[in-house]
């Protein structure tokens, strides 16, 4: 199998749903990052270990002394609805169901550590889930020849390292041991074939944090992409038919974020903004080698991500953080002729709130998102199968997650 696919992956110890964020991507990387929808994640508003996935550089500025370590582990439920509703689907040995349901309920573990060598040199560890992917239909609706079930999986094991160059300045640089699984099933008149390969592969990340006022901080990061050769075999009615091999990487990310406690009247409270760019560019089709079927082309289009959250810091219930934010996160999907049924994308739009205590060397947070994901059309023709999915895709999304950090 040779898929020429950007995408990557998924909680180091679970499986991830259909992508949570535009695209492949699952954003959902500490609890209290969502309680902001993420904004000023890459800044580390929450100076918790999440900086080890959003922007090791920020760690320097995280209250550790030196020999100190902090954790925080996070999981996340997630619970969507994504429904296809049928409008003039047409082709050959087609399912007798005009609606199809592809989401599925799942639960995403993601680990983070910090810890502080010297004044000056810090280390980091994050097991994440950048990127990830799974849409599970009925197996009698009406497009079941472009697609049953497509699944991505990846490990995504990430150490780096911060030096503070000044007492304002820090700058980060690590290295992503990825394993990567992916399989893709469709119905054929001879029963189901499913395609399936495994792989590891290496990519880095480098990031800035600047300190520019007690209050206020700035981060930038970057994560690279992440190339893999799979290799594996086809099956069809879980029959080995041929050894195949696929070469699959992830787009390259850059993100950005401010945080800003404010001061006099409004000292309780903080405002945090964030910006993520990624190269969706790179993911102009998927093609399958040793099955015989030619390219499907994608047109994936480079995307961004903005939003914009608040902290409220009450006098009058000490150590207590209430959070609110909303993003919005395009998709990578220019057309309704675009859209593949293997990945609905569409644009999405998230609120989310949250709570953060803590006491000692401790702390817990747990946040609420709601993903608004457009309603999108899709009219799609697969010249390998000629069959045309015309319809209309309808989800949302519940995203419930609870962290707990503790320093020692």
Known sequence: MHIKTYAG??????????????????????????????????????????????????ASFMDLENGQTRLDATISGVIPTLEFRDKGTTGPYMGSNPKGSCGTDEVVPNFYAVHKFTDNLAGTLSITAPYGLESNYNSDWVGR??????????????????????????????????????????????????????????????????????????????????????????????????????????????????????????????????????????????????????????????????????????????NTTLRIGSSYDQSPVPSAQDRTVRIPCSDRIWLSCGLGYKFGQYSIDLAYSYIFVVDSEIDRYEQSVHTTVDGEYFAHIHVISLQFGFVF
């Open 9 to 58: 992956g998924i909680a180091a110890l679970a499986l991830s749903t259909l992508a949570y964020g535009a695209g492949y991507q699952v954003i959902e990387q500490g609890a209290s990052n969502i309680g902001t929808a993420m904004a000023g994640a890459t800044a580390n508003a929450n100076n918790d270990a999440s900086a080890a996935f959003w922007n090791p550089a920020a």
């Open 145 to 318: 020849m472009e697609g049953l079930r497509s699944y991505l999986f990846t490990s995504d094991f990430n150490p780096s390292l911060a030096y503070k160059v000044t007492d304002w300045l820090s700058v980060s640089g690590g290295l992503s041991a990825q394993f990567a699984y992916c399989t893709l099933t469709q119905y054929t008149p001879l029963g189901n074939l499913d395609l399936a390969g495994d792989s590891w592969g290496i990519g880095g990340n480098i990031g800035i944090a600047v300190q520019y006022a007690e209050d206020g901080r700035f981060g930038f990061s970057w994560r690279s992409a992440v190339k893999h050769t799979l290799k594996g075999n086809s099956h069809l009615n879980d029959s080995v038919i041929a050894p195949i091999s696929a070469d699959m990487s992830m787009p390259d990310t850059f993100t950005m974020g401010i945080y800003q406690r404010l001061r006099g009247d409004f000292k309780e409270l903080a405002v945090m903004m964030e910006y993520a760019y990624t190269r969706w560019s790179v993911f102009d089709e998927l093609y399958v080698e040793g099955t015989g079927q030619p390219a499907i082309p994608e047109n994936w289009e480079d995307t961004s991500r903005v939003g914009v959250g608040f902290h409220y810091y009450p006098d009058w219930l000490e």
